[in-house]
């Protein structure tokens, strides 16, 4: 079955930076994760989850408004791996982020996919 393990999560300062890496397991030889649209979403305190970032299968990308220009979307398809850079981190971005794998549809927006990972804290100060 499909697997999705987050890493690289932690404590950031305000303008500062982290890197968020998904392990991807579980899918086939004939139709491998890099045939889907894979996302970092994020849940703040008290508040819904949201999605953060998309990446399609075609390596095209989508971005939540707030961290257009700051945070990049990446995916190492050798590895199995999905990467989420985030720079000039701000303590709005703080929350539990999960990777995602079969987003659907395949935009920033989206809430919705097949699978999830166990998510990892982000906490920004």
């Known amino acids: 079955h499909v697997q999705l393990v987050e890493s690289g999560g932690g404590s950031a300062q305000a303008g500062g930076s982290l890197r968020l890496s998904c392990a991807v397991s579980g899918y086939t030889d004939i139709t491998g994760s890099d045939y889907y649209c894979m996302g970092w979403f994020r849940q703040p305190p008290g508040k819904e989850r949201e999605g953060v970032a998309i990446i399609d299968s075609d390596l095209s990308t989508g971005y939540e408004d707030s961290v257009k220009g700051r945070f990049t979307i990446s995916r190492d398809n050798s590895l199995n791996t999905i990467y989420l850079q985030m720079n000039d981190m701000k303590p709005e971005d703080s929350g539990v982020y999960y990777c995602?794998?079969?987003?659907?549809?395949?935009?920033?927006?989206?809430?919705?996919?097949?699978?999830w990972g166990q998510g990892t804290q982000v906490t920004v100060s």
């Open positions: 995602a794998a079969e987003v659907f549809p395949c935009r920033s927006y989206s809430n919705y996919a097949e699978h």
